[in-house]
């Protein structure tokens, strides 16, 4: 079957996705790749092979046999630390992040880029990893070896760095051998359940739904999901469980039509209901002008409409934070006056530089205490706030203050006191801006250039000191220019708002 762990682990998820791999390549929609959560694997993957000091890498090869062959020689020699140790057994292969060799057994260690705590045990480790693992120990068992321990090496949620980054307490390393064994009884099932969808002739008839973004979002799914309808269960929002979609559409509910004549029970509130009915009869927007108004009486002007920018660096660059601390590094700031003129202020951090001094500092010279600030689902803002005034005590009572004084601008969209078509079940900026605008250009993320959304942005912020100055500088005014919008947009909205109930 030419199956690698990464294959068997997707067929788990859906075997059609080989299938369709093998008959259908050309329907692969390269957009479901995230090149930059992969280069951060990668970068994880080479860290963590000093965990166990000095080691040797199987070099890569088109050709599995030269994998397999230098494998045998470093082993032959008694390498004590091989990565990329390559095998293959019955056609299954597989290469071994990191291979600890003793005399006359080995440890097998797969090495992850997510977060787990010292004291974690296999039952916390996500399922696709054991599976992962459980692949291996049946390939490198199959192939004569004995296995002794097999573990996940992740990196650790309570590491906090001071210093020098400190290899050993970076990562957690968690013993997952005896989950691991139990798994190998259903395995050859599963192999032979995989080779018949493979090996069969005819499209496979897989159902769809939530597996089909679970644990990943499936490259083929643009395929299999071409013939629903535009309003299709799936596409109920507003917190619709996904189990109940799934169970929906396995019971012949696929279309809104569906939903209404079945027994289907909707959110109390009526948000759901109020999306069905509105796409399906091509209703007006709904608007509780007595809601909205009530939300618009406690603003005051000047309004501060306010937005952070943050990024998550998955090796602390930093004292005083751990893997994956979320740092903001920009912010915007439109103010709005009752005139009706509005100004713009903001900070983008210096790049290959901690930001959050001067970013507190900024925020302090251009937020005064008792301002109106609007965000836009303020508990994002709020933490970010309240994560520097803890840092900064000299600086926490004024943060604290802007905390106290936030509104949140998405609750009259949240609470469906405004709803329409275009709005799709979902009360996100990017879901609500365009539907009030939707022939503004001005108003357009997608006609950004660089960056057009908060993963573009923090991408741009986490690579730039590695570009050269001239694109530095072009990514560091496609940032600016991405968060100004961000913050424009609110003013725009607040302003329909007032409109809808003047």
């Not at 909707?266 to 009530?294: C, F, S």
């Not at 968060?483 to 109930?501: G, N, P, Q, W, Y």
Request: charged share 30%.
């Amino acid at each position: 079957m030419n199956l690698s762990k990464s294959r068997y682990c997707s067929a788990l998820q859906c075997p059609k996705i080989l299938w369709m791999a093998k008959n259908m390549p050309d329907q692969f929609d390269d957009s479901t790749v995230d090149t930059y959560w992969l280069d951060i694997g990668n970068t994880i993957g080479d860290i963590a092979r000093r965990y166990f000091g000095d080691f040797i890498e199987v070099p890569y090869a088109e050709k599995k046999a030269k994998m397999i062959k230098e494998t045998k020689r470093l082993l032959d020699k008694g390498t004590p630390v091989i990565c990329e140790a390559s095998f293959a057994f019955e056609g299954k292969f597989c290469s071994v992040d990191i291979l600890c060799v003793f005399d006359g057994y080995v440890d097998i260690v797969e090495a992850k880029s997510s977060l787990y705590d010292n004291d974690s045990k296999a039952d916390d480790i996500d399922e696709i990893y054991l599976h992962d693992m459980a692949y291996q120990y049946f390939v490198l068992t199959g192939c004569g070896l004995t296995v002794r321990n097999v573990s996940l090496l992740a990196l650790n949620r309570q590491y906090t760095r001071q210093g020098e980054l400190d290899i050993q307490k970076l990562f957690t390393l968690t013993d997952c051998t005896d989950t691991v064994k139990a798994m190998q009884a259903d395995i050859p099932g599963r192999l032979l359940d995989i080779e018949k969808v493979i090996m069969s002739e005819d499209e496979p008839d897989e159902v769809i739904g939530s597996r089909c973004d679970s644990p990943y979002e499936c490259s083929y799914k643009g395929w299999c999901w071409r013939n629903l309808p535009e309003d299709n269960i799936f596409n109920i929002g507003w917190r619709m469980k996904k189990s109940d979609k799934d169970s929906a559409y396995q019971a012949g509910i696929i279309s809104f039509e569906d939903v209404l004549n079945s027994d289907i029970k909707l959110d109390d509130k009526g948000k759901q209901r109020r999306q069905i009915e509105t796409a399906l009869y091509d209703l007006h927007p709904h608007v509780n002008k007595p809601a909205i108004k009530e939300f618009l009486d406690d603003l005051h002007y000047p309004v501060y409409h306010f937005d952070f920018e943050t990024f998550m660096p998955p090796i602390p660059p930093w004292d005083g934070i751990g893997p994956y601390a979320m740092i903001p590094f920009q912010y915007s700031l439109h103010i709005q006056h009752e005139d009706g003129s509005v100004t713009h202020k903001g900070f983008l951090g210096e790049e290959g530089t901690d930001p959050r001094r001067a970013i507190a500092e900024q925020i302090c010279k251009d937020i005064p205490v008792d301002a109106c600030v609007l965000a836009w689902h303020m508990p994002f803002e709020k933490t970010q706030l309240k994560g520097l005034a803890k840092i900064f005590p000299d600086l926490a009572e004024h943060l604290y203050e802007i905390v106290d004084n936030m509104k949140d601008l998405i609750d009259p969209f949240k609470y469906g006191d405004y709803y329409c078509k275009a709005m799709g079940g979902s009360s996100s900026l990017k879901s609500v801006l365009p539907a009030l605008f939707p022939d503004d250009p001005e108003l357009s993320y997608d006609n950004l250039e660089l960056v057009q959304h908060g993963g573009d942005a923090m991408q741009a912020y986490a690579t730039l000191h590695e570009k050269p100055p001239e694109e530095a500088e072009k990514m560091r005014n496609a940032l600016i220019e991405y968060c100004s919008l961000d913050t424009l947009a609110m003013v725009k909205i607040l302003d329909k708002l007032r409109e809808l109930v003047e």
